[in-house]
């Protein structure tokens, strides 16, 4: 298996890989690559490079780009509230190998982490390596925490600070719930219904899945102890639909997998 490493566009030179220092130390002395030893770099954007290390092993020599085709798979949205500790690191990581393309940390009422610039820094890093590991083209793009009341009234995919906006004001919104008064149906089958209904919108008549690009997801988990009811009611307000994850109360940092796993098994039984 060749390893890969995800680098910055500005590290990418011509034909020259300027490597990070972390970089030249997990190349060399972790896995014990030397001069000629080739390895993937990307640039979590969708392209890469097949790179061999040079004489000087803070540089590598780019030997060929890579032949990579993007998925025709609409974006999967995450807003999530901020759990207690480090928790978050493990939503970051475990939600990137299933395929979001985007995380909202959020500040809810009931949110108790208070997060520096630091932490996002972190989130960004364990979301590269998360990618690298499952061997992603791309690594999600994680927005500055705000509150949860910002992210519905001022969205970051509608402003100027995102690339991609595609298919975010069709995206299907769902906040997940428990316990709550409003009646809400299961997410997956949610997600089966209105996703076969955009399939049959799309082609008349439902023949071929595969040549249907699905529909955008927007996802909003809460914290610890759930959303208040009257964050359910704002977002129903801008467009989510409560829906319930299952008769059992999941832990903050187990819902956002859930769910992720949920839209991953919708698209897949609609291929």
Excluded at 41 to 70: F, H, M, Y
Excluded at 168 to 180: G, N
Aim: with cysteine; net charge neutral; charged share 20%.
């Amino acid at each position: 298996m060749v390893q890969r490493i995800t680098i910055s566009n500005r590290q990418q030179q011509g034909s020259l890989i300027y490597l990070e220092p972390d970089q030249t130390h997990y190349l060399c002395r972790v896995l014990r690559l030397g001069l000629g030893d080739r390895f993937i770099a990307q640039n979590g954007q969708g392209k890469q490079w097949l790179a061999a290390l040079t004489e000087d092993v803070s540089q590598a020599d780019i030997l060929q780009a890579l032949d990579t085709r993007l998925p025709q798979s609409a974006p999967i949205r995450l807003v999530a509230a901020l759990p207690k500790g480090n928790a978050f690191d493990q939503v970051v990581r475990q939600t990137t190998e299933l395929g979001v393309t985007h995380i909202y940390p959020v500040i809810t009422e009931r949110t108790l982490l208070k997060p520096s610039e630091k932490r996002l820094l972190r989130w960004q890093r364990i979301a590269q390596e998360a990618s690298e590991q499952c061997e992603r083209i791309t690594v999600p793009t994680i927005a500055v925490p705000v509150t949860f009341q910002q992210c519905l009234k001022h969205p970051c995919w509608e402003g100027n600070n995102e690339k991609s906006q595609e298919g975010a004001e069709e995206s299907f919104r769902y906040i997940c719930v428990a316990r709550s008064e409003h009646q809400s149906a299961h997410l997956l089958t949610r997600l089966m219904a209105q996703e076969a209904n955009q399939v049959r919108e799309d082609k008349q008549v439902v023949t071929h899945f595969t040549s249907v690009k699905p529909p955008g997801v927007i996802l909003a988990i809460g914290p610890e102890g759930g959303w208040t009811s009257n964050e359910i009611t704002d977002a129903i307000t801008y467009g989510y639909e409560a829906v319930s994850l299952g008769s059992v109360i999941l832990r903050s940092v187990t819902a956002p997998i859930t769910a992720l796993s949920l839209v991953v098994a919708a698209r897949d039984l609609l291929i």
